[in-house]
């Protein structure tokens, strides 16, 4: 009769579990730390500001037009206003958020701080006219990108967008959504009194 040790037969069992609970364990951690990892990247996320996206426009040449105007005869070019400091927003009557921002449109332009130049972007031209006569003007002017080639030219991701341009022709800043009135006094203003020296 062999000897055999009955703790040693009862150990092997044991150890079969430790091992299967070892293995669930390790599996465990697996998605536990891609959860962790995700909510790390969407905290950091979350402290930038979606306005303020990196364009590869800024510090470059405003692309080139010529368009018709909104109202009136004529039609307008970035040429137009060479040695001169504006601003160029992008708007349309079916947007929602041009809503939300126009009336700080309309507190700038009675600052006449510099040109602020609208640009109707895909847009039928009956509806961005009744649309400013509804809701008011702040446009020095208002040229209409119908099809929206120049909107592609400057990298419109949306509108609204609005641009600063500087005396040089040179992008110096662009806003990615409705202005608001602390973007307005804490970047816009300062920007342009700044460039304006």
């Known amino acids: 009769m062999t000897g055999t ?3 040693s037969d009862m150990s092997q069992p044991e150890s079969v579990e430790v091992r299967k609970s070892a293995r669930f364990n390790v599996w465990f951690l697996v998605p536990l730390g891609v959860f962790v990892g995700l909510a790390l990247f969407m905290g ?17 040449p405003a692309p080139s037009f010529r368009l018709p105007l909104l109202e009136g005869e004529g039609t307008f070019s970035p040429a137009d ?6 601003m160029l927003n ?23 701080q510099v040109p602020l130049v609208g640009l109707d972007y895909k847009d039928d031209p009956d509806a961005g006219r009744k649309w400013v006569d509804q809701y008011g003007n702040p446009y020095t002017l208002t040229a209409m990108d119908q099809d929206g080639r120049v909107g592609i030219d400057y990298g419109v991701y949306g509108v609204p967008e609005t641009y600063v341009i500087d005396g040089n022709g040179v992008i110096r800043y662009k806003q990615i959504g409705p202005i ?18």
């Open 90 to 112: 992008v708007w349309a009557s079916w947007c929602v958020s041009c809503r939300e921002e126009h009336p700080i449109l309309l507190k700038y332009a009675r600052l006449h």
């Open 5 to 7: 040790n009955p703790e």
């Open 180 to 197: 608001t009135e602390d973007v307005l006094q804490k970047t816009l203003l300062p920007l342009l009194e700044k460039l304006q020296k």
């Open 81 to 86: 206003y060479r040695g001169k400091v504006w």
């Open 44 to 60: 950091l996320g979350l402290q930038h500001d979606p306005h303020e996206v990196p364009s590869p426009f800024i510090g470059k």
